[in-house]
Every structure is written in structure tokens, then in C-alpha cells.
């Protein structure tokens, strides 16, 4: 089993910039990959949309709207992944997610949620 915990997130104003933070505990086995994902408030029936994710190679992927504004990390030494988000935009705003799986098994772990609100 592996544990999520994030932290962060908040109240921030169009054009300003928050930091996600995800900490992961447990079964924790290389090769990861660590993931946010985030729910829009309007669209609670669909499902989340990946923002970005980081291996522990250190390869990412980000969604188009975030490139450039989104930058995602991680810190193999204590299993931390961070989400720098800036240039926030209130369609930003969403509950966001940490994702966590390992290659070596078909769990995926999540984390409990972060509230993103910006506001114009």
C-alpha cells in the first residue's frame, strides 16, 4: 500500500502562482511515475483530467493548457512530487489530485484532493 498526502493549494488571484506538494508513504517502488490530476467544479460527473506527470527518471508530460505555466518535479529522496503552478487562470480552478503507481504492480494510489480556486 502506498499513502498520499498533499498539501498546499488554496485561494489565489488571476496571474498568481500556488505550489502543490504530494508525499508519498509505503510500498513506494522504482520504477513510479507521480501524476496531478484535477476535477473542474462543473464537471463532477467527468472524469479527472491529467495536468501533469514526472517518472522517476525525471521524463514529464504535461496537458496542453498547462505548458509553459505548470511545471512538475519530484524529489526521489523523499518520495515528494510538487505541481509549481503560475499564471493561474480561474479556469485553473478544480480539485486536484495526486496519482501515484509503480510499474511493478496495477495499483494506482490517490491522494485526497486540493482545492484550487482563482478568482478574476
Known amino acids: 500500500q502506498v499513502q498520499l498526502v498533499e498539501s498546499g493549494g488554496g485561494l489565489v488571484q488571476a496571474g498568481g502562482s500556488l505550489t502543490l506538494s504530494c508525499a508519498a508513504s509505503g510500498r513506494v517502488l522504482r520504477p513510479d511515475i507521480f501524476g496531478w490530476y484535477r476535477q473542474a467544479p462543473q464537471a463532477p460527473g467527468k472524469q479527472r483530467e491529467l495536468?501533469?506527470?514526472?517518472?522517476?527518471?525525471?521524463?514529464?508530460n504535461y496537458e496542453d493548457s498547462v505548458k509553459g505555466r505548470f511545471t512538475i518535479s519530484r524529489d526521489n529522496a523523499k518520495n515528494v512530487a510538487n505541481l509549481q503552478m503560475s499564471s493561474l487562470k480561474p479556469e485553473d480552478t478544480a480539485v486536484y489530485y495526486c496519482n501515484y503507481r509503480t510499474t511493478r504492480s496495477t495499483n494506482v494510489y490517490w491522494g485526497q484532493g486540493a482545492q484550487v480556486t482563482v478568482s478574476s
Open positions: 495536468v501533469a506527470l514526472i517518472t522517476s527518471s525525471g521524463s514529464t
